[in-house]
């Protein structure tokens, strides 16, 4: 265990201090009076939280495979229990993400929310501080904590701060992802049994039979599926994404959603690795359907932020789809498309927020035409929905083609399969742009440009889409090494077949 973890040149607790400052800073707000000073306060505390997080990128050693950073102190010895943290080339990343977004929440939501602001900034940064603490975690008590603890910020957010079926969508929210935890507390408690501990290093250097892989497999896949969320279980993520507050919306796509892919990558693959091997057929199948009954669906709607919820189901499938053909190529871009999905998506739903404000309307009839009034606000719109359809020179376009080339490797049917997912994209991304932009019938008054506020939240994202299109090396320099090592523990093919498997659990169920 000792040789996967390293401190690196930092000794202090960087990790500590970036996931626990926001969820501080949430209690100080109590002590704040006014609307305007709460606002204040949030963006210093998440814009100090993100200038924080930068001496892990500049620290990171790349060329090694293991856990740096690490925190590792004494929690509840008699039970396990360690208050372990770190990260590698597959956390990181993601953590980046959690907090580059941090400001951008809050800026985004400076005039739409004018009620309970105290709260709606409490449920910000606790999201904020609970996320990172997800991908920091590496005692699997201590992820399940922080990975259930941020269902209450975010069932407040929906259930308060929501559109007119906002109950619906926090109970359904909340129902879902609760069911799919049942199972990853069972996954947990069976690797306990096994490992004597809880601190996911000592739990990669099991041993363990076909029989109790399929199961611990099972219960990581049902929890993550739900969170991803994959196909079928996907149907909360529309009614979430709709009746959530903007803020909400960019939290749940940028950064929610990669709890569930970094779970299949970080557990499913690396624990249980010949359960992976002999299961992933069937994931793919699923990421398959995904990635075209999202598209599908997403090209059935009228409504913005239902057409953007649904395309979320399509690329997030391509996630999926590169994780398990089990190949460096797909992995990098199922890893890349995590990233690129965040601030592309994350985008769209700030554009879709933001127009919301002015017309008080998501639906593309009534919001036909709006270039000719707002083209600072075209030009983004433009920009996200070409990096979304991956067009060359966005972010999107490295990690799907990647994901393709690790699909065409594992199989050429598989590829074949996943292409009509990709024309599908262009159909719904280019029919918003064009009917946004430049369609006719529209009922809106003269509505003004974006504002300054407005270009902080959009133009960030905006030249990161454009630098990881031209120059991903950044970020695959980070996680290569992670998802070789990764890849190692995999045998290089099946062990047994699917009937031999299933026999082996029947044995052990029914004597």
């Not at 998501?362 to 929905?385: E, I, K, Q, W, Y």
Request: glycine share 8%; proline share 5%; hydrophobic share 55%.
């Amino acid at each position: 265990m000792e040789s996967l973890l390293h401190i690196n040149s930092i000794t202090f607790p960087i990790l500590s201090l970036i996931t626990f400052m926001p969820i501080v800073g949430a209690g100080m707000l109590m002590l704040i009076r006014d609307d305007q000073g709460i606002r204040i306060f949030s963006v210093i505390v998440t814009l100090f939280t993100f200038i924080m997080s930068i001496p892990l990128y500049v620290h990171f050693d790349p060329d090694l495979a293991g856990f740096q950073f690490v925190e590792n102190k004494p929690w509840v010895p008699r039970f396990g229990l360690t208050y372990l943290m770190g990260v590698d080339g597959i956390s990181l990343p993601l953590i980046l993400l959690t907090t580059f977004f941090g400001p951008i929440t809050v800026l985004c939501s400076w005039r739409y929310i004018a009620t309970r602001v105290r709260e709606f900034m409490i449920c910000i940064l606790l999201t904020q501080g609970i996320m990172v603490g997800v991908f920091a975690s590496l005692d699997m008590v201590l992820f399940y904590i922080f990975f259930e603890a941020l269902l209450i910020p975010m069932f407040l957010l929906i259930a308060i701060w929501g559109g007119p079926r906002r109950i619906y969508a926090a109970i359904k929210f909340v129902l879902f992802t609760l069911g799919g935890s049942i199972f990853l507390l069972l996954a947990i408690i069976g690797l306990y049994m096994k490992a004597g501990t809880f601190a996911y290093p000592a739990m990669l250097g099991l041993n363990l039979t076909i029989t109790w892989e399929f199961w611990i497999f099972l219960g990581f896949l049902i929890a993550f599926a739900v969170k991803v969320p994959m196909f079928p279980v996907h149907t909360w993520l529309p009614a979430a994404h709709v009746e959530a507050p903007t803020a909400g919306s960019v939290i749940l796509a940028s950064i929610l959603l990669k709890m569930g892919t970094y779970g299949l990558l970080r557990f499913n693959l690396a624990l249980t690795p010949h359960a992976s091997v002999e299961l992933s057929p069937y994931v793919l199948a699923l990421s398959v359907a995904a990635i075209l009954y999202g598209g599908l669906l997403s090209l059935a709607q009228s409504d913005i932020k239902k057409l953007i919820a649904y395309s979320s189901v399509s690329h997030m499938g391509f996630v999926t789809l590169g994780i398990f053909v089990l190949n460096l190529q797909g992995t990098q871009g199922g890893m890349l498309q995590m990233i690129n999905h965040g601030l592309t998506t994350g985008g769209l739903f700030l554009l879709a927020g933001m127009l919301y404000e002015r017309t008080h309307s998501r639906h593309l009839d009534v919001n036909a035409g709006l270039g000719r009034l707002m083209p600072a606000f075209a030009f983004f719109l433009g920009l996200f929905s070409l990096s979304s359809l991956a067009f060359p020179g966005t972010a999107s376009f490295v990690g799907e083609f990647l994901c393709l080339s690790g699909a065409f490797s594992f199989s050429n049917k598989l590829g074949a399969w996943v292409i009509p997912g990709a024309l599908l994209a262009a159909a719904y991304m280019f029919r918003i742009f064009l009917r946004v932009i430049w369609g006719s019938g529209g009922k809106i008054e003269l509505a003004a440009d974006l504002n300054l506020r407005e270009w902080i939240c959009l133009s960030p994202l905006a030249l990161l889409v454009i630098i990881f299109g031209f120059h991903p090396a950044p970020l695959m320099k980070i996680m290569n090494p992670a998802l070789e090592n990764l890849l190692a523990r995999l045998p290089r093919e099946g062990t047994l077949s699917l009937a031999t498997l299933f026999n082996e659990i029947s044995f052990s169920v029914f004597n």
